[in-house]
């Protein structure tokens, strides 16, 4: 199967969703999440989403109620364990495979960040690919890597599925991205690298990545038709350097004071780009949509139902 037959097929009005330039990510979420609500109720199926949270780290919280809540509104079951900042590997490996056999659970979660004693992938990989909820298992990351459907992380194919949608439309934001120049700034396994491979194989963009050990970003930075940043530090970008009618993505999360940033100063490329990412209410909503149909995908190949959502 083409690797975008993992996303969602839906084709919303931009005018529901794209406010002048900004690509408003919570409210592209809120009709994903609508649709996921509605194609369940037609089936008899209940996903289930279990999240593991180990300590108490404030940000992880917030993240952890948000996905709860988000799970409870589209009507699917939702469990959360709470361990402690100390409990051991093999205690919370096996509240993993206790997950993996039951039946009545889909997704499975771990939130990150972990504490420093815990080894990460040996802990994500203990996660079936069949209940994997975040795309990180070897298997779909394989999946993903042969330009193969699979489970995806959520946060790059949440930003696939904005530009997907804006490709499929034939408004005013129609956006021809086809062989256009993409640039992603971070390589990580959960955003970096991932996102270069859905805008290759999906998009059938030319992408070229950068990270910190890059020379001379700036220069593909003023190349790039679309511009990804996930770095996670602010004033790496020269916002300057940006291209004139650029479509710009800020993955990036910062609290500054108490309020929400991205990666770039998006009020200095407001006048210039195309399209942007406003933060907070760009790309953060479309992680927490995407987690969740990614459970009930899950859930319907659970069923022996392969049914993608139409
Ligand atoms: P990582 O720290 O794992 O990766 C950051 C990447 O940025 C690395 O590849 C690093 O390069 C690169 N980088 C760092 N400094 C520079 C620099 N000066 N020049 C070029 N590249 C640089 O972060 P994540 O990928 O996990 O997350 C990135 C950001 O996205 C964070 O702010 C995070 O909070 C946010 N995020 C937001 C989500 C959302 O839902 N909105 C979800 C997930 C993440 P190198 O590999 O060489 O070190």
Known sequence: MPLFDALP????????????KKLMGKKLAELLRHHIKEETAKTSLKPGLAVILVGADAASQIYVAGKEKAALELGFDSRIVRLPADVTQEALVSEIHRFN???????????LPLPEHLNESQIL???TAEKDADGFHYLNQ???AAGIAATLPCTPAGVALMLRELVASNGVHHADLIGRHAVVVGRSNIVGKPMAQLLLSGLNMTVTMCHSKTHNLQRFVADADVLISATGVRGV??????????IVIDVGMHRIDGKVTGDLNLAAIESRVSLY??????VGPMTIAMLLYNTYQNAMRAAGNTRQIA
């Open 237 to 246: 970008i020269d916002e300057s350097q940006i291209k004139a009618g650029a």
């Open 277 to 282: 990412t406003p933060v907070p209410g760009g």
């Open 9 to 20: 097929r839906t084709a919303f009005d931009p005018g529901l969703w794209v406010d002048g």
């Open 125 to 127: 990989q203990a996660i």
């Open 101 to 111: 056999l039951d039946n009545s659970i889909h997704g499975i979660l771990v939130q």
């Open 142 to 144: 394989g999946k993903l």
